[in-house]
């Protein structure tokens, strides 16, 4: 998807960059009263760093291990990064995406910035509205939701294949587009 490329590429967070070509959020983000209780960094590019010295280490490690991919595990600072895989993997062991923004706030040094906030929704809220069901050798799209149907239908290749039943007979033919 394009879509998903061109967000996790983009700059729109205007960060400068170190000597070293590393974004320099220090200006972007700032401290909760209570950041040295907090052990987690999360960044606007989708990074996620915990600090293993914090009391509440494993915890944290737990719940960023069901949510985002390892990058880097050094002694005293690991790095993670939300992805859409990581994030759909989350949804599909139940993590709601409520539970995922609530957990990451509570956890954070900082104000969760609102990108990461709209890249959780964008990739979790969606899991489970549609299903592929076989039924007698041949694949289906089944949903409740309307919006989600709807979406799919938009799509040039899967409306392409769409089948619907005739009304009169009940039988199934191929989608005049």
Known sequence: DGEVESDEASNDFSA?????????????????????????????????????????????????????EP??????????????????????????????????????????PERVEKYVVKFTSSYGKVKLVLKTGRYFVESTDATAMQALLNDPTISAVRVRADVGTGAAGAAAG
């Open 16 to 68: 400068p960059r170190d000597e070293h070509g590393a974004y320099d959020f220090r200006g972007l983000l700032t401290l909760k009263p209570d950041h040295m209780s907090r052990p987690i960094y999360v960044s606007p590019d989708y990074h996620i760093f915990l600090e293993t010295f914090s009391p509440i280490y494993k915890q944290a490690y737990d719940f960023l291990i069901a949510i985002a």
């Open 71 to 112: 990058i880097s595990r050094p002694e005293l600072v690991h790095e993670y990064k939300l992805t859409p895989s990581s994030l759909h993997a989350a949804a599909s062991v139940g993590l709601t995406t409520e539970d995922i923004i609530e957990y990451l706030n509570r956890l954070c040094k900082t104000e969760l």
